[in-house]
Nanobody, 126 residues
Framework: QVQVEESGGGSVQPGGSLRLSCVGSGFTFTNYYMTWFRQAPGKEREGVAAISPDFGATYINDSRKGRFAVSRDNAKNTLYLQMNNLTVEDTAMYYC???????????????????WGQGTQVTVSS
């Protein structure tokens, strides 16, 4: 079964940094598009950053560009999200998602993803 598991969340002060990891199993990692989503209380789940099997990266929101960076290590079946200069509004549950990379795949559509992790909490507070 296609599975992913996140780690690396925690509590930090504004301006701090965190590096999230997501390990995939049960699938050919190089065939899957990998994306980070997040969801804050009372808000809808939103895309944060995504990276294709050929290592192309897409940042969903320009406000995060330059602060967040997504990468993947296919040899280790691992997805990463480096987050710098964190702000209070970055507080959310962060989810890793894997989607089979096929014709018509839509990176921003939740239904196009095969597996979701349980999430890792990121809390930014003074």
């Amino acid at each position: 079964q296609v599975q992913v598991e996140e780690s690396g969340g925690g509590s930090v002060q504004p301006g701090g940094s965190l590096r999230l990891s997501c390990v995939g199993s049960g699938f050919t990692f190089t065939n899957y598009y990998m994306t980070w989503f997040r969801q804050a209380p009372g808000k809808e789940r939103e895309g944060v950053a995504a990276i294709s099997p050929d290592f192309g990266a897409t940042y969903i929101n320009d406000s995060r560009k330059g602060r967040f960076a997504v990468s993947r290590d296919n040899a280790k079946n691992t997805l990463y999200l480096q987050m710098n200069n964190l702000t209070v509004e970055d507080t959310a549950m962060y989810y890793c998602a894997a989607g089979f990379y096929r014709w018509g795949f839509r990176p921003l559509q939740l239904d196009d993803y095969t597996a979701w992790g349980q999430g890792t909490q990121v809390t930014v507070s003074s």
